[in-house]
T-cell receptor, first 114, second 117 residues
Framework: KAGVTQTPRYLIKTRGQQVTLSCSPISGHRSVSWYQQTPGQGLQFLFEYFSETQRNKGNFPGRFSGRQFSNSRSEMNVSTLELGDSALYLC?????????????FGNGTRLTVT | KQEVTQIPAALSVPEGENLVLNCSFTDSAIYNLQWFRQDPGKGLTSLLLIQSSQREQTSGRLNASLDKSSGRSTLYIAASQPGDSATYLCAVQLSRGSNFGNEKLTFGTGTRLTIIP
């Protein structure tokens, strides 16, 4: 069974640009969550989607957005990039409720903003 | 606001030793707690999930315990091996969510473990 797939693995952008990251969950998983990981702040929750609906959102500015498609694949978009957006962006999927099944993480997309 | 702390930030032990990693959280009203490992440049791998009604979970050489009342969890690794070298993170889920939604996980900052051959 294929794991969570994130593309691209690495990305270099300049300030002011926008970027779209993609995540394909494990087959059958309908919940997809996004996290940002930085050395200073650690892992922080961005948002979570289930059945194409955003169910939860973390404390990030509106420049961070996402969506989920009918096949459960998810995309995350960051507009007007800032240097501080440089981070490892991790996507995780689960069967339904995190409480009942563990999260399965992808290897992440390393975003560098110059 | 839930805060999760992991001490120490880094730990080095000789191969073969048993070791304990610590995780503490400020709000005891958690729904579950998970332990993950992260290898350099990679994502997180779920190791153990403990529901709030449970006291411990075991998987192979790993044993995780949970004491909600004191806001603490420990991950015990028996007979450590060089392959156990990684960063270990704990994460808590505060509640299941009124609409059965996926409430966010709050992560600790991790303990970087090095097993010396």
């Amino acid at each position: 069974k294929a794991g969570v797939t994130q593309t691209p693995r690495y990305l270099i952008k300049t300030r002011g640009q926008q970027v779209t990251l993609s995540c394909s969950p494990i087959s059958g998983h309908r919940s997809v969550s996004w996290y940002q990981q930085t050395p200073g702040q650690g892992l922080q929750f961005l948002f979570e989607y289930f059945s194409e609906t955003q169910r939860n959102k973390g404390n990030f500015p509106g420049r961070f957005s996402g969506r989920q498609f009918s096949n459960s694949r998810s995309e995350m978009n960051v507009s007007t990039l800032e240097l501080g957006d440089s981070a490892l962006y991790l996507c995780a999927s689960s069967l339904a409720f995190v409480a009942d099944s563990p999260l399965h993480f992808g290897n992440g997309t390393r975003l560098t903003v110059t | 606001k839930q805060e999760v702390t992991q001490i120490p930030a880094a730990l080095s032990v000789p191969e073969g030793e048993n070791l304990v990693l610590n995780c503490s959280f400020t709000d005891s009203a958690i729904y579950n707690l998970q332990w993950f490992r992260q290898d350099p440049g990679k994502g997180l791998t779920s190791l153990l999930l403990i529901q709030s009604s449970q006291r411990e979970q075991t998987s192979g050489r790993l044993n995780a315990s949970l004491d909600k009342s004191s806001g603490r969890s420990t991950l015990y690794i028996a007979a450590s091996q060089p392959g156990d070298s990684a960063t270990y993170l704990c994460a808590v889920q505060l509640s299941r969510g009124s609409n059965f939604g996926n409430e966010k996980l709050t992560f600790g900052t991790g303990t970087r473990l090095t097993i010396i051959p």
